[in-house]
């Protein structure tokens, strides 16, 4: 299938190693520090490893740091990893969870709940918000506008986001959420279609999305990333 679903486990150990993004350097040191301590080699080329096919999966390099308190009260690192979760469109795109909680209430700083995980849903429960990477690519060359527009129909529909397609007569992604949404783009360039308006988003341009109908379409031939904050406003 074009679309696909994946759910990762939860990440709760730091991944020091994973983080140095070193391709070319990172094997001469570990080689380096097997020298100095025997044994060591072997359990960071493993890391290492791991998390360049994680990289590789998702085409990006993804980090999420939750932080959290002991149980005297200490502030601490409660997950340093990858996404939670993720809705793969195609080869790059999708959804990418971070994180989805209460937008009101106390904060229990001692739950180690992981609440990235779960099934990719577009929008926040009712009340909650959520922090996410989402990633789309290029339009694929050659695919008839009917197909094209058939698949993105049933993504939309497999993220519970079947009802939030009001009118696609400008673009089959365009779509509408009851949500207050901080778009921040990361990497890539693109175009911000709307009803009647357009522009055209660089890294570091930062969209509010208050609940209007709008596609995002990539300008040239790299995917694009971006993190989302959405607040259910419903």
Known sequence: ??????????????????????????????????????????????????????????GFALRRVVTGESETGRSR??????????????????????????????????????RGLGKPNLSPPKGAVKIRWFAIGPTPEGVPPETLREVTRKAFIDMGAG?????????????????????????????????????VIEPGDVVVQRATNHAWVVEGNQPALFVAVLVDRS
């Open 1 to 58: 299938m074009f679309y696909t679903a994946r759910v990762w486990p939860a990440q709760n150990a730091r991944i020091p190693c994973s983080r140095l993004r070193l391709a070319g350097v990172l094997p001469a040191i570990l080689i380096a520090l097997d020298a100095l301590l025997p044994g060591e080699y072997g359990k960071a080329k493993q890391e290492w490893e791991e998390s360049m096919s994680e990289q590789s999966e998702s």
């Open 163 to 199: 009802d939030h397609q009001p009118d696609t007569s400008r673009h089959p992604a365009m779509h509408k959420t009851d949500t207050l949404d901080a778009i921040i783009l990361v990497k890539g360039r693109v175009r911000l279609l709307l009803d009647d308006d357009e522009t």
């Open 77 to 114: 690192i409660l997950i340093d990893g990858p996404q939670a979760a993720e809705f793969r469109t195609g080869e790059l795109g999708g959804l990418f969870e971070i994180w989805t909680d209460a937008t009101s209430g106390e904060i229990d700083t001692q739950d180690d709940t992981d």
